[in-house]
Each structure stands twice: as C-alpha cells, then as structure tokens.
C-alpha cells in the first residue's frame, strides 16, 4: 500500500473544506460572485478558493469562505500512527539530503506531539 505524502493530505483537506462550501452555496443557490461580495473580494479568488487542488490558498481565506456561506471549521489534530511514523522513519533513515531530511523529522515530530 502506498504511503500518503503531505501533499495527498493538503489535497484531502482542501477537498473536504471546498466540497463543504460548494454543497453549502448549491443549497443556498450562491454564485461565486455573491460569495466574493460577501468575503469583499474578486471572483479569481474565489475560484481560487474553491479549487479543490489549489492547496497554496490560506487557512484565513478558507475560514473567511466558509463563513461566507455560513460554515464554521473545526479541526482536529491527532497523532499518527505507529505505522506511519515508521514509515517516516525509515524514509529518514534513507535520506541524503540535509533538507529533506531535516523536513521528515519534522513530520516525525509533529507526528508524535500532534495530540498531546
């Protein structure tokens, strides 16, 4: 089974909170220009926003979105799973690079911290 990268997960983040918002502006019958007259901004942003794989878009921005339309956002942290912590161990362990090294025992890291 392949292993999950950061990026997979941004993307399933993202996804859900954009999914979340579109289902929210159907139901409210929302066009994406009344969504931007409501965050005060254009439609290219919005469109932004509610790309699903754009994952550079802010936290603040998604909030400000689904606030828009009457959404609140929760999140949870919580720790990974000893099989995915090895996996990021054995990633390190293989790392030659200083950079990608220095990045995976971060993940390792918040990966253990991540509910305490």
């Known amino acids: 089974m392949p292993t999950r990268t950061a990026a997979a997960y941004d993307i399933e983040l993202k996804r859900s909170l954009t999914n979340s918002i579109l289902q929210k502006m159907e139901q409210d019958n929302l066009s994406i220009s009344a969504l931007a007259a409501r965050i005060g901004t254009g439609r290219t942003a919005v469109r932004r926003i509610l790309d699903a794989k754009n994952t550079s878009i802010t936290f603040r921005s998604m ?3 689904a606030q828009a339309v009457g959404l609140k956002i929760k999140l949870i942290a919580e720790p990974m799973s000893p099989d995915d912590l090895g996996k990021l161990a054995h990633r390190l362990a293989k790392s030659k690079r200083r950079t990608e090294s220095a990045k995976l025992a971060a993940q390792i890291t918040e ?4 509910g305490s």
């Not at 990966?111 to 991540?114: C, I, L, P, Q, R």
Request: without cysteine.
């Open 111 to 114: 990966g253990v911290y991540a």
């Open 63 to 65: 909030s400000r979105a």
